[in-house]
């Protein structure tokens, strides 16, 4: 069963594909790169984009208050969705749409209409529109006409504002530096990305992976999602900008639901992402997944909760890399650093040591994998139309960077190239792949010995492991304290007296970042990947953070709000003992 | 009540078997789940709640499911937009604690029971046996606990009332087993995305349309409904759609808006390609007269609705009025009184044996009726979504109100259901229109009614008067939220009376030359108008609409009208009605900037595809 209102499937608030964009690059497409000459071949599309481009230009442009930028990005999404409930299929879809974005900023590169005013976003007018998929220039500049029109309206409504707004505000420092940042234009013609499936051999798969969760009767609903989609984009910008590319990906995501005895809802949740058809998941590989998942739930129901507490704990590297993820990547989006509502826990730290030497922490956006596993964050170009790049964040623990948009710092003033967005928002820097290295690695082995001795030294009785983390949230925001409170879902008690591991629930971790990144101590030898789409202002894009396990000598966890509602009053159809009424 | 319990599972026993007979042939289990999730929770299911010595347990279930198979295909200006093939199943189950007199429904309360999975939700689309019977399972107890949560609420609530209502919660009914058989979802052999794109080619004659996609709308669906009380029903359904908004701005920056719109009982009943191309000129050319014409000036007098527009202020003015259930109880009084001054109430509640309509006039509905003098309606069935057979209902006779609309829920003036509880998309029943026929016996023609008017125009001295050829439909002519809001926020205080008019013309009684306005709208306009119509015409006509959903809630002109994704097909057949003094209220509203350029280039015809 899949509910409207259910809650969402996803880790970092993760959110259906469908509804996020994020530019990608065909494999294997930067080997056909194309070289300069071949633009001229861009699609008639482009050349649409174009036309109305120049037109537009030289009216907004010469208006008052004139348009200084403009740019169009048109986005071919195909996508195929085959689902599955409980052993049956759910739906098996395929669609395509195209979606137009019309971007006009009004004023100056120093001052236009994004201009925050006391941490205030100004109003962004129209998120896009659809437009046809059949290609038909003259449609699609009909559509790109009106959008540049309505655009250009709320940018210079907006302006009028900002800058009566300024002359009665204080101006900060971080307020002086200008709007949009200064770019080398891009251009670039990458090939149509597309798929050609079969969906029959996944609505067969979906109905069996999800019939096997009906064999426990801890399994109350089950939900298997295949999705293939294909998006192609292509950017034009008034500063010459011009793009085209696209990127195939997979995904198969595992949901179960189930209740505790005292009414705590569990999930646990799984996926796997791909991008050549041929490192899809095999059935063992599934079953595996689904055989863990099904043991956590099963073992989850009849687990104890834990109190709170305070003292040592061992994040393996999936768990690590969200808690990075949440405690680390979000503050170093370089917008984070200039609004001033922001808490700007590291705006004036660069330079400074905020990790254990050992640590270094990049965003490689470039990256497609790492050892076997794709990478969701990796792409070629941002949504503002700047290549991807290799950030190094913090190097042997000493902050360098941030993740930039082209909303430029005092001392950062360039993109490199983490400007991202969901379709219909307005890009800001995000993460794309954070990847956490370490120097002082441990095996496994030596990890829980270590945990164990951190353990024995603080005269606690035991420490976490923490196996899977759903995601979390954390406040960046002034009005509230800098804090991050991340969920994991699947716990045990490591006994400092060598008992065996105990299963436990119903904790959230709590902390603050600068307090909660210095306590590391050591990291293990193996990295791992979490891909997931995370969800912050510009709405949700694909990200991934890889980590080796961490532990740390101190964590906090706090008692998880919890559903009190009762678990089902009769046992599950196909666990029912007693005769009278079905089967 | 014990007794009644007994005589319900007898009737659920008999109707198992007989319907089980008809059943494995077509290979669908979901009948045969239901039934044994049903039986289960029937005599299993039951809460102990502290301080009551007996267990709490549901007086009445039932389970619902639609089974849909929709085609949805868009165009614009001769090029495709979407075309999706959706099948999905919906499931809903119902629970009801207390009794038929009292229960746990009819109750608005700010917040209850918040399951983790909730009593309805999308289910897998096999037509399998065990994978809904673990849907069901679940969904059964989360609408059983949602259901002892409201009831003990209502009850507080209702021990705070001096003199709590005395109607009925849920009336009886005789249990209905109607199995159809499967039929296969008839796609026929049309191209619906080359119909979509050479239909949206229209529009490439008018270039100062700023908006103008087409949407095809094809539906098929199986439905099927289990209750304790033995009721089972898997009925075939099907109903068919073309629908365009259009929007443009008048030099002077007003938005003017214009729709089309044509329903068929199935999707091979929709018109062609070439005939929906025509209405569409049409429609693109009655815009643009629009667009060049004068706004609106206020005005008081005679108005003649044509008959394309009858039909329509009939469906706004009616669908509260024809309701006989009791509005439910609401937990804050302000929630019922909204409720009221939208239109929520019924007009003609407590008048029955009222003269409420001219007495030549009778009014039926009637859900059998399958079309009116060669116009296919649309809003027929034979069993509805309660499980009553359909009734033919004599609302008014001889201008007297006879009877109203019944679903299971009970009102002042009626208790039992005559088969009028409808819903889409397995949202609560409630009691509205089917087939509408509004008939006079003293009708005259066109031409002699066009007379009268002429001649009541003329008696007021009045240099011209209105006719309304076509109303409006918000769901369809408003293209963007913001619209819509406008509109809503125009309605002041006068959300439940005042009508929407799309095509309005001036007529000169003089020389009888007629001039189309913009942004007319009708202020006031009451069911009790409709007590006194100056003339009757002959010349009835067929109008289909989609009901909206939620119009029981606000029997607006906005509410009234809706589009076939969220709708519920209706028909009503009127002719020309002719009131003497209407009041028509001129164009408002804040104009808007026309586009900096002019439109890009758009060749007549749809270039080849590159």
Redesign the interface.
């Known amino acids: 069963?899949?509910?409207?209102?259910?809650v969402c499937l996803n880790r970092w608030f993760l959110k259906s594909a469908a509804l996020c964009a994020v530019s990608f690059l065909a494999p294997g497409a930067l080997l056909f790169a194309a070289p300069p000459d071949s633009v001229a071949k861009s699609s008639?599309l482009v050349e649409a984009l174009k036309?109305?481009l120049d037109?537009?230009m030289k009216?907004?442009g010469a208006?008052d208050p004139a348009a200084y930028f403009i740019g169009y990005a048109l986005t071919d999404t195909q996508r195929a969705t085959v689902s599955?409930?409980?052993?049956?299929?759910?739906?098996?879809?395929e669609?395509?749409?195209r979606w137009l974005e019309v971007a006009v900023r009004t004023g100056s590169y120093e001052l236009d209409n994004t201009h925050k005013i006391d941490g205030r976003q100004p109003p962004g007018g129209s998120p896009g529109t659809?437009?046809?998929?059949?290609?038909?220039?003259?449609?699609l500049?009909?559509a790109?006409?009106?959008q540049?029109?309505l655009q250009?309206?709320s940018a210079a409504e907006a302006l009028i504002k900002i800058k009566t707004g300024k002359e009665v505000k204080v101006q900060t420092e971080e307020g002086a530096t200008p709007d949009f940042s200064r770019e080398k234009a891009q251009v670039f013609a990458g090939p149509w990305a597309s798929y050609s499936l079969d969906r029959k051999p996944w609505e067969q798969k979906v109905?069996d992976y999800?019939?096997y969760f009906?064999k426990s009767p801890a399994v109350?609903?089950s939900i298997v999602t295949f999705t293939a989609q294909a998006q192609n984009q292509m950017q034009v910008t008034s500063e010459g900008t011009q793009l085209q590319f696209g990127q195939v990906r997979y995904r198969l995501e595992l949901f179960i639901?189930g209740?505790a005895a005292d009414g705590m809802?569990i999930n646990r949740y799984y996926n796997f992402d791909w991008v050549n058809p041929s490192d899809a998941p095999d059935d063992n590989a599934v079953l595996a997944a689904s055989a863990q998942l099904r043991k956590e739930m099963e073992g989850l129901v009849a687990s104890p909760l834990n109190d709170p507490t305070v003292g040592p704990a061992l994040l393996t590297g999936r768990a690590a890399a969200v808690f990075f993820h949440e405690v680390f990547g979000h503050r170093a989006e370089g917008h984070r650093q200039k609004d001033v509502t922001e808490g700007q826990t590291f705006a004036k730290k660069v330079d400074e040591q905020i990790f254990p030497s050992f640590l270094t922490v990049v965003d490689d956006a470039t990256q497609k994998k790492l050892g076997k596993e794709d990478l969701l964050g990796y792409y070629q170009f941002d949504d503002e139309g700047i290549a991807a790049q290799r950030v190094v964040l913090v190097e042997k623990g000493v902050l360098k960077n941030f993740e930039m948009s082209r909303s430029p710092l005092k001392d950062f003033p360039h993109s490199n190239g983490h400007g991202r967005r969901q379709m219909g928002a307005a890009p800001v820097s995000r993460q794309g792949n954070l990847l956490v290295e370490s120097s002082k690695k441990l095996t496994d082995k030596e990890l829980r010995a270590k945990l164990v001795e951190l353990v024995k030294q603080q005269g606690k009785p035991y420490g976490l492991l923490i196996d899977d983390i759903a995601g979390g949230f954390t406040f960046t925001g002034r009005g509230q304290p800098q804090a991050f409170q991340v969920e994991p879902l699947v716990v045990y008690k490591v006994f400092a007296d060598g008992r065996p591991d105990e299963l436990v629930r119903g904790v959230d971790i709590v902390g603050t970042p600068l307090a909660a990144l210095t306590k590391i101590v050591a990291t293990g030898d193996t990295p791992e990947v979490f891909n997931g789409y995370c969800g912050a202002e510009s709405g949700y894009v694909p990200v991934s953070a890889a980590s080796p396990a961490i532990l740390t000598s101190e964590l906090e966890v706090q008692k998880k709000q919890s559903?009190t509602?009762?678990p089902?009053?009769?046992p599950?159809?196909?666990h029912?003992i007693?005769k009278?009424?079905?089967? | 009540m014990r007794a009644l319990r007994q005589s319900v599972l007898c009737f659920a026993f008999a109707a198992a078997s007989a319907a089980f007979a008809q059943g494995p042939a077509d290979n669908d289990h979901t009948l045969q789940a239901m039934r044994?999730?049903m039986?289960?929770?029937?005599?299993?299911?039951?809460?102990q709640i502290p301080k009551l010595d007996k267990p709490v347990r549901p007086y009445y279930l039932e389970y619902r499911l639609l089974d849909m198979d929709i085609r949805e295909i868009s165009?614009?200006?001769?090029?495709?937009?979407?075309?999706?093939?959706?099948?999905?199943r919906l499931?809903n189950v119902g629970a009801r604690v207390g009794d038929y007199k009292l229960d746990s429904s009819n109750f608005i309360s700010e917040d209850g029971?918040?399951?983790?999975?909730?009593p309805?939700?999308?289910?897998?689309?096999?037509r399998?046996y065990?994978?809904?019977?673990?849907?069901l399972?679940?969904?059964t107890?989360q609408a059983?606990?949602e259901a002892v949560e409201t009831y003990s609420r209502k009850q507080a609530y209702l021990s705070s009332l001096a003199r709590p209502s005395d109607i009925d919660d849920f009336s009886r009914i005789k249990p209905v087993q109607h199995i159809e058989p499967l039929v296969a979802s008839d796609w026929t052999r049309r191209n619906w995305e080359q119909e979509a794109?050479d239909a949206s080619s229209a529009f490439r004659a008018f270039p100062r349309i700023?908006?103008s996609r087409v949407t095809y709308y094809l539906v098929f669906t199986t439905e099927y409904l289990l209750t304790s009380e033995g009721t089972e029903i898997r009925a075939n359904h099907s109903y068919a759609a073309i629908e365009s908004g259009l929007s443009s701005l008048a030099d002077d920056g007003m938005q003017v808006n214009h729709f089309y719109a044509t329903y068929a009982p199935r999707p091979a009943d929709l018109p062609g390609a070439d005939a929906v191309r025509k209405a569409l000129n049409v429609a693109g050319t009655e815009l643009m007269a629009m667009r060049a014409a004068q706004p609106a000036p206020d005005y008081t007098g005679p108005v003649l609705f044509e008959p394309r527009a009858s039909g329509a202020l009939l469906a706004a003015v009616l669908t509260p009025s024809l309701s006989g259930a009791r509005p439910p109880l609401a937990f804050q009084p302000v929630v019922e009184q909204l409720m009221s001054s939208l239109g929520g109430r019924s007009d003609w509640s407590g008048k029955v044996g009222s003269r409420v309509l001219p007495a030549s006039v009778s009014l039926v509905d009637d859900p059998g009726a399958k079309d009116y003098q060669g116009g296919l309606l649309i809003g027929g069935y034979a069993i509805d979504e309660e499980g009553v057979p359909a009734d033919k209902v004599a609302v008014v006779e001889d201008g007297k109100l006879k009877s109203l609309l019944m679903s299971r829920r009970p009102g002042p003036d009626f208790e039992n259901s005559n088969g009028h509880g409808r819903s889409a998309f397995l949202s609560d029943a409630r009691p509205v229109m089917s087939n509408l026929f509004f008939s006079s016996s003293e009708g005259v023609s066109k031409e002699d009614l066009k007379k009268k008017f002429l001649e009541s125009c003329r008696a007021e001295k009045l240099q011209y008067c209105m006719v309304v050829r076509q109303m409006d439909n918000p769901s369809l002519s408003l293209l963007h939220q913001d619209d819509f809001s406008e509109l809503l926020a125009s309605f002041g205080g006068n959300a439940a009376t005042d009508r929407l008019p799309l095509v309005v013309y001036k007529i000169y009684p003089a020389d009888g030359h007629e001039e189309i306005v913009r942004g007319a709208r009708i202020s006031g306009f009451s069911p009790r108008m409709l007590r006194n119509i100056e003339g009757i015409g002959n010349d009835n006509f067929v109008f289909n609409y989609m009901q909206n959903e939620t119009a029981g809630v606000a029997g607006t002109s906005l509410a009234a009208f809706g589009a076939a994704q969220n709708g519920l097909p209706a028909s009503v057949v009127a002719p020309s009605l002719l009131f003497e003094e209407v009041e028509v209220r001129g164009a408002r509203g804040e104009p808007k900037?026309l586009?900096?350029?002019p439109?890009?280039?758009?060749?007549a015809s749809?270039?080849a595809?590159?």
């Open positions: 069963m899949k509910l409207s209102n259910s008639p036309a109305e037109r537009s009216v907004y208006q599955g409930s409980n052993g049956a299929l759910l739906s098996s879809d669609g395509r749409s659809t437009v046809p998929i059949d290609d038909d220039p003259e449609v500049r009909r790109v006409w009106l540049t029109d250009y309206r109905r999800t019939s009906r109350i609903n639901q209740k809802d559903s509602d009762r089902p009053i009769l599950p159809p196909a029912d007693q009278g009424g079905g089967q | 044994d999730e039986a289960r929770a029937k005599s299993r299911l039951e809460l165009a614009e200006y001769g090029a495709l937009v979407a075309s999706t093939h959706t099948r999905n499931m029971f918040r399951g983790f999975i909730g309805s939700g999308t289910v897998g689309i096999d399998d065990d994978s809904l019977r673990q849907d399972w679940i969904a107890d059983f606990k794109r700023y908006e900037h586009p900096l350029l439109e890009p280039p758009m060749s749809v270039k595809s590159l």
